[in-house]
């Protein structure tokens, strides 16, 4: 027999890091690269300037949403096709993201990862659900 009563905690952490690290990529291009900067990195990629805002914003949004639990699998999916854009801007950089450039394996993990997510749903704590049902937090698992 599997044993599942964690698998709603498991969720929850995972949705809670995938979260925090959505934020921090979010909040990195904002405060760090900045807004007009990552317009224009992304310029030099090949890429139209409304992806990059589009990016910010998923992450942004997206990692806040993820962290309360509002739309994870949504959310997760969402986020995927960022995390392919990561991958393939650093496929040339070879494996290891520790390479000159970064390499493409954690935008890869990253993307499976979302995956992941997507088919757990929230987890436990969320708020989504317990919007729709009025109930207090707990272990809601509806994603």
């Not at 990059?52 to 949504?74: H, K, P, Q, V």
Request: cysteine-free.
């Amino acid at each position: 027999m599997i044993e599942d009563r964690f698998a709603p905690y498991a969720a929850t952490l995972l949705r809670l890091s995938l979260g925090v690290m959505l934020l921090a990529h979010g909040l990195m291009k904002v405060f760090v690269f900045t807004i007009p900067g990552t317009v224009g990195f992304f310029g030099k990629l090949g890429f139209p300037a409304a992806l990059a805002y589009g990016t910010i914003a998923i992450e942004i949004i997206g990692g806040l949403m993820l962290i309360a639990g509002l739309f994870s699998r949504w959310v997760a999916l969402a986020a995927i096709p960022v995390l392919i854009g990561a991958t393939w801007v650093h496929l040339g950089n070879g494996w290891v993201f520790s390479a000159a450039g970064g390499g493409w394996e954690f935008p890869a993990f990253w993307t499976v990862v979302l995956a992941v997510q997507a088919l757990l749903g929230d987890g436990a704590y969320a708020l989504r659900p317990n919007l729709r049902s009025g109930r207090p937090a707990g272990l809601a698992t509806t994603g």
